[in-house]
């Protein structure tokens, strides 16, 4: 399961930099159990908030697909 595996990065990332789930869910605007499902596999990010996460921890647009694709 390839998206899962792109996922735990992410999960990764977010813990390396210090970053949890309720911080990146008030800068997305969203619920913070709509992060959950979303962080989770449940439901898909969409390409604006893809972006707007990897602005707010640093992910170049290089490395996007490692953490969403």
């Known amino acids: 399961m390839k998206k899962y595996r792109e996922l735990?990065?992410?999960k990764g990332l977010l813990r390396?930099?210090?970053?949890n789930y309720e911080t990146l869910a008030r800068h997305l605007k969203m619920s913070l159990s709509a992060l959950s499902n979303k962080i989770n596999g449940?439901?898909?990010?969409?390409?604006l908030e893809v972006n707007k996460i990897?602005?707010?921890i640093g992910i170049s647009k290089e490395d996007i697909?490692?953490?969403f694709f």
């Open 8 to 10: 735990l990065e992410l």
């Open 16 to 19: 390396e930099k210090k970053i």
């Open 42 to 47: 449940k439901s898909v990010f969409d390409i």
């Open 54 to 56: 990897a602005s707010f």
């Open 65 to 67: 697909a490692i953490y």
